[in-house]
């Protein structure tokens, strides 16, 4: 097994590996003549050398399962959350909900991909939105993990294979580490959700919508968000 599987494995990922089979029965096995094309061997496999999670050390495992396997990794509440790059569909919903924040929003601001939120006063604590809107100075800034006091809107597109409660955790997350306004859109449903006004560790309002009505982002954003073209999921698939 690599390095990589075993991170991977270890910490909740599945990756798969070619089936060689069960491992020869060494006491059968010398029962059965050479000629068969098996011979005994003294050589063992250790096991790879990886780190352990502890406190104050799970950005690093992060940090490494991410550079092995490709996967996006985040750390809610203390545990490793693995997810694929973003699908067709989910990355359609993604890149129509970014152009027209960045086409309508104040010149300050601009919406951000792959950028992380650190929980505040945690060492491990990050996630990583599917859409973030910050200051356009994230542009020049060393960090790789902006301070959610900054963030203006974090947006989650709901996958396919997503769970209510993962759903409700991360939401919380969100209003725990004081991010101003949540935008969860559900392509399974057609369905779409902003959440603001973050206080004791959930958010106080909750605008509920569907997909063909307008998302009324909240200051200093204050724009209107077009949801009748979103791809959602199960839709025909274009010809090929």
């Known amino acids: 097994m690599s390095e990589a599987h075993a991170y991977a494995w270890q910490y909740g990922g599945g990756v798969a590996e070619r089936d ?13 003549p050479e000629s068969q094309g098996w011979r005994p061997s003294t050589m063992s496999v250790q096991p790879p050398l990886r780190p352990r999670p502890r406190p104050g050390n799970l950005r690093e495992v992060a940090e490494k399962i991410e550079a092995a396997t490709g996967l996006r990794v985040q750390i809610v509440g203390g545990s490793l959350v693995m997810s694929p790059t973003p699908r067709g569909k989910h990355a359609g919903v993604i890149r129509r909900l970014r152009r027209q924040i960045d ?110 009505e307008e998302i009324p982002l909240p200051d200093p954003l204050a724009l209107s968000v077009a949801t009748g073209d979103l791809p959602r999921y199960g839709d025909s698939a274009r010809p090929r």
């Open 20 to 32: 060689t089979g069960p491992p020869p029965d060494p006491a059968r096995a010398a029962e059965e």
């Open 103 to 212: 086409t309508a929003a104040p010149e300050r601001l601009a919406a951000y991909e792959v950028s992380s939120i650190a929980m505040p006063g945690d060492l491990d604590d990050y996630v990583t939105p599917d859409l973030v809107v910050l200051p356009q100075d994230w542009d020049d800034d060393d960090d790789w993990l902006a301070d959610p006091h900054d963030v203006e809107l974090a947006v989650e597109v709901i996958s396919r294979s997503e769970k209510a409660r993962d759903i409700s955790q991360k939401n919380d997350w969100y209003a725990v580490a004081g991010v101003r306004a949540l935008l969860v859109v559900d392509p399974r449903h057609g369905t779409w959700a902003l959440h603001t006004r973050p206080s004791n560790g959930s958010y106080q309002d909750t605008l509920p919508g569907k997909y063909g």
